[in-house]
């Protein structure tokens, strides 16, 4: 089968298809993780994306039942340089390109990547759309150009659970799988917003009883819950957009505990008064440097996000405490007054480093701080 990528500028590269048959729109994006492509294929955040792998041979480990970052695959469509149709793995259950077909994502490989990376780099990610089959390039040319921007997109109502659940599943080992959740110390209110299931694992792996609420759930909900915290996911498209979860955050902020990941981080910030911006070409891998302005530690970090943080008009009361060491971005802020804080990137790595596992323990220490604070008061 003849592969079609087509940008809205008209730029377009033409490989071999591989996946489902047929078309797809979204904004084309980049991902330099060597591996986890899984992952990347099932996390919600990528809702509307067509994602662009750097790493040049993807598909040669396979894919299996317990990497899902979700219960289904959320990119639009895939854009490798090699698909390796055999996988050699002993932890494969299927191909990647059968993956693909059965979430009806459209594949294309033996195009240049780097080219293609290149050109989202110095203009930007851009919508645009992939295709598999057989195809006219102008009048794919004509369809791409009509593709909306991601920015003004609220996505989170496509991704977000439907009712409240609880979650109990611990953490993966090898050999030994997902291991039983830890007895509680805390119960814990999460806002789904688009949540990768490895947060979950590793909140009950730090002693939280997890209750999960869709992203529209008010406020007072959460308070009449006898919580003793709120979490907050990371999620897909434009923050500025998700306005019902602005106005029930400035809600919780100071009644509870709060500590929010990726889009939580941003939409907590938006909540405080501060704005977002769209970023050129975002931050999608697992080797991105940011610095602990407190400590001066620096983390390796897994990221996906296109939106960031601006710093002027971060309120007196925020604390940025940590940036990003390529582009000197915000990669997380702290309050001086309430207990809460938020990270830009993703600390559950999965997939990605362990450098910054240790913010789901700094919140269970928060947490604990805050009950014993509130039975002594």
Request: net charge negative; glycine share 10%; charged share 20%.
């Amino acid at each position: 089968m003849n592969g079609y990528i087509v940008l809205a500028d008209g730029r377009y590269f033409v490989g071999q298809g591989f996946g489902y048959e047929g078309i797809s729109e979204g904004e084309i994006v980049f991902n330099t993780s060597m591996t986890g492509y899984q992952e990347v294929l099932t996390d919600p955040s990528y809702q509307d994306q067509i994602v662009t792998m750097t790493q040049p041979m993807i598909g040669n480990y396979g894919v299996n039942d317990e990497d899902m970052e979700s219960s289904a695959a959320y990119v639009q469509g895939f854009i490798v340089r090699e698909y390796v149709e055999t996988p050699s793995n002993f932890r494969a259950c299927d191909t990647l390109g059968n993956f693909l077909q059965r979430y009806k994502i459209p594949g294309v490989q033996g195009v240049d990547t780097r080219a293609l990376v290149r050109h989202i780099r110095e203009k930007g990610a851009m919508p645009g759309l992939i295709a598999v089959g057989d195809y006219d390039i102008a009048t794919l040319q004509k369809q791409a150009a009509q593709v909306s921007h991601m920015s003004g997109k609220d996505l989170v109502a496509k991704v977000t659970c439907t009712k409240p659940y609880q979650w109990q599943q611990g953490v993966w080992k090898l050999e030994e799988g997902f291991q039983d959740s830890r007895r509680p110390e805390f119960r814990i209110a999460v806002y789904d917003f688009g949540i990768k299931y490895n947060m979950l694992r590793l909140l009950t792996h730090y002693g939280f009883e997890v209750t999960v609420f869709p992203a529209t759930t008010p406020a007072q909900e959460i308070l009449e819950g006898d919580f003793d915290g709120v979490f907050l996911s990371n999620g897909p498209g434009d923050p500025s957009a998700v306005t019902y979860a602005h106005k029930n955050i400035a809600q919780l902020i100071g009644k509870l505990p709060m500590f929010g990941i990726c889009l939580g981080h941003q939409l907590v910030c938006t909540a405080l008064g501060a704005s977002t911006y769209k970023l050129k070409f975002g931050h999608r891998g697992v080797n991105q440097p940011v610095k602990d302005l407190k400590t001066g530690k620096i983390e390796i970090t897994s990221q996906n996000h296109g939106f960031a943080v601006s710093t002027e008009n971060l309120p007196d009361q925020v604390q940025v405490t940590h940036i990003n060491l390529n582009d000197e971005t915000v990669e997380g802020i702290s309050h001086k007054k309430y207990p809460l804080f938020t990270v830009q990137y993703h600390p559950e790595a999965s997939a990605g480093p362990h450098d910054s596992e240790c913010h789901f323990e700094r919140f269970a220490e928060m947490v604990a701080a805050y009950k014993k604070e509130k039975l002594v008061n």
